[in-house]
């Protein structure tokens, strides 16, 4: 008890309360008791660093600490163990358990819960007896599904669930854990993320879903969420990407081999992903100069070809063996320059989403006219100039031996 000084005594939760219940009260500024250096020597000692307990006040089913710790750790003494785990006051780790034993983890505020290389069975039921638990991690227990089972853990603040052989992300998977700050889903085999697999995660920062085998990234991501992000999209090969993966999110940095992931963000934000020169994030023709090169080299070749051909036409000098060679050249200047029409023109089509619609340009007939259009250059066009020069010396042989 604590003796107000010439009168009365008090109990010791009634100390140093900002309250006064001595006259004066001396309860409340007594150096020696509410200092912020008070010890509490044999007694309880409240987390607001103020207020002492006596030993008797705590468990007992009352508040009397200003942040109600008194009353915090009182089911530790309920507190079974998970059969083959090891427990050390507000920690569990389990290594290799494959059956369900006993074990009662409910309304206990644990700090950390580690399951490695556990059945499944096992860590599902685990999970569905949490309350309150700061840190999750679940890595190799070859979970073949991770969401929607974290929902009640409103405390949790990271989550690891790498190394397990999840497939799917579904919308809303992981979603309204106000204090989650940090996903780790790397290394399972992830090949579809649905739109919104993360929601409302009002303080997430970090989220790593690398090298998975995701081929989509969809859009919305990441939905609702008012945090700083960093994001590790690295060893996944996309084959479709959404204009809106990131819409509304604030990203930080992002750690991946795709540049056209970096596309999609700021400019102001990290991004490790090298993009050549020759690539770009808005257009199909990176710089103006090679967009003007395309325009003007079409319109000369273009032009001066079909001006010889009408001049070797009513000139009637393509019926000569020189004319045969002119008006072939002209031909192979003519295809060179309907190629650079095309490339202008895909420019054009797709401009400022060619990095997203890759896939797209690679299966059209444009593609397929201008890759047709280089083999020619590379195979036919050769081949048919020496076709025509040897029946030219051919023709030059014969006319000299008449």
């Keep these: 008890m604590f003796k107000c000084p010439g009168f009365y005594c008090l109990p010791w939760h009634m100390v140093c309360d900002a309250k006064w219940d001595c006259p004066q009260g ?14 509490c020597t044999q007694m309880f000692k409240c987390r607001d660093a103020n207020s002492c307990l006596h ?14 710790d008194d009353e915090s750790l009182c089911a530790l003494h309920k507190f079974q163990c998970p059969i083959r785990c090891n427990c050390l006051a507000l920690s569990v780790q389990c290594l ?14 644990l700090l950390a819960v580690s399951i490695h290389f556990s059945s499944p069975v096992f860590v599902y039921q685990v999970v569905s007896q949490l309350r309150i638990v700061e840190h999750l991690n679940l890595q190799r227990n070859d979970l073949l599904s991770l969401c929607h089972i974290f929902q009640k853990l409103l405390e949790l603040k990271s989550l690891s669930l790498n190394n397990n052989q999840a497939e799917i992300l579904d919308t809303s998977c992981i979603k309204n854990l106000p204090q989650l700050t940090t996903v780790l889903i790397a290394r399972n085999n992830i090949c579809f993320v649905a739109m919104k697999s993360f929601a409302n995660l009002s303080n997430l920062s970090f989220v790593d879903l690398s090298n998975n085998e995701m081929k989509i990234l969809p859009s919305h991501l990441i939905y ?22 990131f819409s509304g999110l604030t990203l930080r940095a992002m750690k991946t081999s795709d540049y056209r992931l970096c596309c999609l963000v700021s400019t102001e934000m990290l991004c490790n992903a090298t993009k050549m020169w020759h690539r770009s994030c ?24 079909l001006l010889s051909i009408g001049v070797q036409i009513s000139t009637k000098k393509y019926k000569t063996n020189h004319g045969v060679n002119v008006l072939a050249l002209n031909l192979n200047d003519m295809i060179f320059g309907l190629e650079l029409l095309c490339v202008w023109l895909v420019d054009l089509m797709y401009r400022g989403t060619f990095f997203l619609t890759k896939e797209n340009w690679l299966n059209s007939f444009p593609c397929y006219f201008m890759f047709t259009t280089v083999l020619h250059f590379c195979i036919c066009a050769p081949g048919l100039s020496l076709c025509l020069l040897s029946w030219n010396l051919l023709q030059w042989s014969s006319n000299r031996q008449n």
């Design 26 to 39: 001396l309860d409340e500024v007594d150096s020696n008791w509410c200092g912020l250096k008070q010890n």
């Design 55 to 68: 030993l008797g006040n705590v468990c007992d089913n009352k508040l009397d600490c200003i942040l109600g």
């Design 96 to 109: 290799h358990v494959h059956h369900c034993g006993q074990g009662n983890l409910e309304q206990l505020p």
């Design 224 to 245: 609702n969420t008012q945090g700083r992000l960093h994001i590790d999209l690295c060893g996944n090969v996309f084959e479709t990407i959404h204009e809106d993966a």
């Design 282 to 305: 808005q257009d199909f023709l990176s710089t103006t100069g090679l967009k003007f090169s395309c325009a003007f080299v079409f319109s000369v070749v273009f032009s001066t070809s």
